[in-house]
Protein backbone atom coordinates (compact mmCIF):
# COMPACT_ATOMS: atom_id res chain seq x y z
CA UNK A 1 0.00 0.00 0.00
CA UNK A 2 1.51 3.40 -1.34
CA UNK A 3 -1.00 5.50 1.26
CA UNK A 4 -2.48 7.10 -2.33
CA UNK A 5 -6.11 6.33 -1.72
CA UNK A 6 -5.63 7.90 1.79
CA UNK A 7 -3.99 10.36 0.49
CA UNK A 8 -6.72 11.27 -2.51
CA UNK A 9 -9.50 10.85 -0.09
CA UNK A 10 -8.01 13.03 2.59
CA UNK A 11 -7.50 15.74 -0.25
CA UNK A 12 -11.53 15.12 -1.19
CA UNK A 13 -12.82 15.77 2.18
CA UNK A 14 -10.93 18.97 2.60
CA UNK A 15 -12.15 20.19 -0.88
CA UNK A 16 -15.51 19.24 0.05
CA UNK A 17 -15.71 20.42 3.57
CA UNK A 18 -14.00 23.90 2.47
CA UNK A 19 -16.81 24.14 -0.59
CA UNK A 20 -19.85 23.25 1.33
CA UNK A 21 -18.78 25.26 4.46
CA UNK A 22 -18.40 28.03 2.38
CA UNK A 23 -21.99 27.95 1.20
CA UNK A 24 -23.81 26.93 4.07
CA UNK A 25 -22.07 29.78 5.74
CA UNK A 26 -23.33 31.83 2.78
CA UNK A 27 -26.79 30.83 2.65
CA UNK A 28 -27.07 31.04 6.66
CA UNK A 29 -25.58 34.84 6.74
CA UNK A 30 -23.09 33.82 9.49
CA UNK A 31 -19.52 31.36 9.47
CA UNK A 32 -19.52 28.61 12.70
CA UNK A 33 -22.55 26.83 13.56
CA UNK A 34 -25.52 28.91 12.75
CA UNK A 35 -25.93 26.93 9.75
CA UNK A 36 -26.24 23.75 11.18
CA UNK A 37 -28.54 24.95 13.96
CA UNK A 38 -30.66 26.43 11.33
CA UNK A 39 -31.11 22.57 9.38
CA UNK A 40 -31.01 20.98 12.79
CA UNK A 41 -33.65 23.11 14.26
CA UNK A 42 -35.82 22.65 10.85
CA UNK A 43 -35.26 19.23 11.20
CA UNK A 44 -36.28 18.84 14.54
CA UNK A 45 -38.06 21.46 16.21
CA UNK A 46 -38.04 22.47 19.91
CA UNK A 47 -35.08 20.88 20.90
CA UNK A 48 -33.91 22.30 24.09
CA UNK A 49 -30.07 23.61 24.72
CA UNK A 50 -28.54 20.56 25.57
CA UNK A 51 -30.25 18.33 23.36
CA UNK A 52 -29.43 20.99 20.46
CA UNK A 53 -25.74 21.19 21.57
CA UNK A 54 -24.88 17.43 20.75
CA UNK A 55 -25.17 17.30 17.40
CA UNK A 56 -23.52 21.13 16.74
CA UNK A 57 -20.79 20.07 18.70
CA UNK A 58 -20.92 22.91 21.51
CA UNK A 59 -20.90 23.15 24.61
CA UNK A 60 -23.85 24.95 26.37
CA UNK A 61 -22.77 28.28 26.94
CA UNK A 62 -21.63 28.02 23.31
CA UNK A 63 -24.94 26.75 22.38
CA UNK A 64 -26.82 29.63 23.93
CA UNK A 65 -24.61 32.06 22.06
CA UNK A 66 -25.68 30.55 18.64
CA UNK A 67 -28.83 30.56 19.68
CA UNK A 68 -29.32 34.22 20.58
CA UNK A 69 -27.87 35.12 17.37
CA UNK A 70 -30.49 33.02 15.78
CA UNK A 71 -33.65 35.06 17.85
CA UNK A 72 -31.59 38.07 17.20
CA UNK A 73 -31.85 37.82 13.53
CA UNK A 74 -35.28 36.64 13.64
CA UNK A 75 -35.08 33.18 13.13
CA UNK A 76 -35.58 31.35 16.07
CA UNK A 77 -37.41 31.93 19.63
CA UNK A 78 -37.73 30.24 22.58
CA UNK A 79 -40.85 28.62 23.84
CA UNK A 80 -41.08 27.05 27.52
CA UNK A 81 -39.61 24.06 27.67
CA UNK A 82 -40.36 20.81 29.56
CA UNK A 83 -40.23 22.30 33.27
CA UNK A 84 -39.87 26.12 34.24
CA UNK A 85 -35.96 25.84 33.66
CA UNK A 86 -35.95 24.58 30.46
CA UNK A 87 -36.78 26.07 26.79
CA UNK A 88 -37.22 24.44 23.45
CA UNK A 89 -35.91 26.58 20.54
CA UNK A 90 -38.39 26.21 17.62
CA UNK A 91 -37.73 28.10 13.94
CA UNK A 92 -39.80 30.81 13.04
CA UNK A 93 -40.60 31.13 9.04
CA UNK A 94 -38.01 33.32 8.30
CA UNK A 95 -35.94 30.55 10.31
CA UNK A 96 -37.49 27.74 8.19
CA UNK A 97 -36.44 29.20 5.07
CA UNK A 98 -33.53 30.09 5.82
CA UNK A 99 -32.99 26.36 6.50
CA UNK A 100 -34.36 25.47 3.32
CA UNK A 101 -31.56 27.28 1.83
CA UNK A 102 -28.63 25.79 3.92
CA UNK A 103 -29.77 22.34 3.16
CA UNK A 104 -30.50 23.24 -0.82
CA UNK A 105 -27.08 24.42 -0.78
CA UNK A 106 -25.26 21.35 0.81
CA UNK A 107 -27.45 19.29 -1.68
CA UNK A 108 -26.09 21.44 -4.67
CA UNK A 109 -22.09 21.11 -3.91
CA UNK A 110 -22.25 17.42 -3.34
CA UNK A 111 -24.36 16.97 -6.20
CA UNK A 112 -21.92 19.00 -8.68
CA UNK A 113 -18.89 17.05 -6.69
CA UNK A 114 -20.05 13.68 -8.53
CA UNK A 115 -21.95 14.70 -11.54
CA UNK A 116 -19.50 13.47 -13.44
CA UNK A 117 -19.72 9.70 -12.21
CA UNK A 118 -21.48 6.80 -14.66
CA UNK A 119 -24.43 5.44 -12.75
CA UNK A 120 -22.28 2.32 -11.87
CA UNK A 121 -19.89 4.46 -10.31
CA UNK A 122 -22.22 6.29 -8.62
CA UNK A 123 -23.59 3.01 -6.99
CA UNK A 124 -20.51 1.79 -6.12
CA UNK A 125 -19.60 4.65 -4.53
CA UNK A 126 -22.32 5.19 -2.34
CA UNK A 127 -21.80 1.12 -1.29
CA UNK A 128 -18.49 2.32 -0.62
CA UNK A 129 -19.54 5.37 1.14
CA UNK A 130 -22.14 3.30 3.78
CA UNK A 131 -19.43 1.09 4.23
CA UNK A 132 -16.76 3.54 5.44
CA UNK A 133 -19.13 5.84 7.45
CA UNK A 134 -20.60 2.65 9.18
CA UNK A 135 -17.10 1.97 10.40
CA UNK A 136 -16.07 5.56 11.65
CA UNK A 137 -19.61 5.90 13.86
CA UNK A 138 -18.57 5.29 17.55
CA UNK A 139 -22.16 6.19 19.23
CA UNK A 140 -25.30 7.91 19.32
CA UNK A 141 -23.68 11.61 19.63
CA UNK A 142 -21.37 10.68 16.96
CA UNK A 143 -25.07 9.62 14.77
CA UNK A 144 -26.34 12.79 15.12
CA UNK A 145 -23.50 14.90 14.50
CA UNK A 146 -22.61 12.96 11.30
CA UNK A 147 -26.20 13.23 10.24
CA UNK A 148 -26.91 17.29 10.92
CA UNK A 149 -27.05 17.88 7.75
CA UNK A 150 -28.30 14.96 6.07
CA UNK A 151 -31.28 14.44 3.68
CA UNK A 152 -33.49 11.70 4.82
CA UNK A 153 -35.44 11.65 1.81
CA UNK A 154 -32.07 10.12 -0.28
CA UNK A 155 -30.72 8.05 3.17
CA UNK A 156 -34.30 7.60 5.03
CA UNK A 157 -33.55 6.12 8.81
CA UNK A 158 -34.04 2.53 7.63
CA UNK A 159 -31.50 2.58 5.34
CA UNK A 160 -28.73 4.64 6.90
CA UNK A 161 -25.42 3.18 7.52
CA UNK A 162 -24.70 6.06 9.95
CA UNK A 163 -28.04 5.24 11.97
CA UNK A 164 -27.78 1.23 11.68
CA UNK A 165 -23.74 1.58 13.19
CA UNK A 166 -25.58 3.80 16.49
CA UNK A 167 -27.56 0.83 17.11
CA UNK A 168 -25.03 -1.01 17.48
CA UNK A 169 -22.93 1.34 19.27
CA UNK A 170 -24.37 3.14 22.29
CA UNK A 171 -22.89 5.83 24.03
CA UNK A 172 -21.26 3.95 26.89
CA UNK A 173 -22.39 4.04 29.98
CA UNK A 174 -26.02 5.27 28.74
CA UNK A 175 -26.81 1.88 27.33
CA UNK A 176 -30.94 1.79 26.67
CA UNK A 177 -33.15 0.01 29.11
CA UNK A 178 -34.41 -3.45 27.11
CA UNK A 179 -37.29 -2.54 25.50
CA UNK A 180 -36.13 1.13 25.09
CA UNK A 181 -33.18 0.62 22.67
CA UNK A 182 -31.87 3.49 20.12
CA UNK A 183 -34.14 4.12 17.22
CA UNK A 184 -34.31 6.68 14.40
CA UNK A 185 -36.84 9.28 15.15
CA UNK A 186 -38.76 9.66 12.32
CA UNK A 187 -41.70 12.33 13.41
CA UNK A 188 -42.33 15.12 10.75
CA UNK A 189 -40.46 18.24 11.68
CA UNK A 190 -41.97 21.51 11.83
CA UNK A 191 -43.65 21.79 8.78
CA UNK A 192 -42.30 19.17 6.86
CA UNK A 193 -43.69 16.06 5.52
CA UNK A 194 -42.17 12.37 6.77
CA UNK A 195 -40.05 10.83 3.69
CA UNK A 196 -41.89 8.72 1.47
CA UNK A 197 -42.84 5.21 2.69
CA UNK A 198 -41.86 6.67 6.09
CA UNK A 199 -44.61 7.07 9.18
CA UNK A 200 -45.13 9.61 11.93
CA UNK A 201 -43.59 7.26 15.34
CA UNK A 202 -47.23 7.13 16.98
CA UNK A 203 -48.89 9.90 18.82
CA UNK A 204 -46.47 12.05 16.57
CA UNK A 205 -48.21 14.63 14.70
CA UNK A 206 -47.10 17.98 12.70
CA UNK A 207 -47.03 20.84 14.81
CA UNK A 208 -49.89 23.36 13.78
CA UNK A 209 -50.08 26.19 11.40
CA UNK A 210 -46.47 25.25 10.38
CA UNK A 211 -45.55 25.96 6.69
CA UNK A 212 -43.56 23.90 4.71
CA UNK A 213 -39.97 24.56 4.14
CA UNK A 214 -39.06 27.07 0.44
CA UNK A 215 -36.22 26.32 -1.40
CA UNK A 216 -35.21 25.47 -5.53
CA UNK A 217 -36.96 22.06 -5.39
CA UNK A 218 -40.69 21.71 -5.01
CA UNK A 219 -40.72 19.03 -2.44
CA UNK A 220 -40.84 19.44 1.29
CA UNK A 221 -37.44 19.37 3.21
CA UNK A 222 -37.69 16.00 5.35
CA UNK A 223 -35.60 15.07 8.67
CA UNK A 224 -32.42 13.51 9.10
CA UNK A 225 -32.34 10.67 11.32
CA UNK A 226 -32.15 11.49 14.74
CA UNK A 227 -30.46 8.54 16.81
CA UNK A 228 -31.31 9.37 20.66
CA UNK A 229 -32.56 7.12 22.99
CA UNK A 230 -36.24 6.38 24.01
CA UNK A 231 -35.53 8.03 27.07
CA UNK A 232 -33.40 11.15 26.23
Known amino acids: MDGRLENLLGALVVALSDSMSAAVQAAAGHPGAIGAA ?11 IEQLRLPLRRTQSGTVRVVDQLVADGCAERRPGRDQRSVAVRLTDKGITAAGQVLDTR ?3 LRDAVAGLSGGERTALAA ?4 VLASITTDAVHAEQICRLCDVRACPPRNCPVGAAAHAKPVPGTEPVPGTELIPRTAPAQGIEPAPGTRPAPGKRPAPGTKPLSGTRPEPRPIPGRYRSNGR
Do not use: F
Not at 38 to 48: D, T
Not at 128 to 131: C, G, R, S
Open 38 to 48: LAVLAQEPGLG
Open 128 to 131: TLAK
Open 107 to 109: HDV
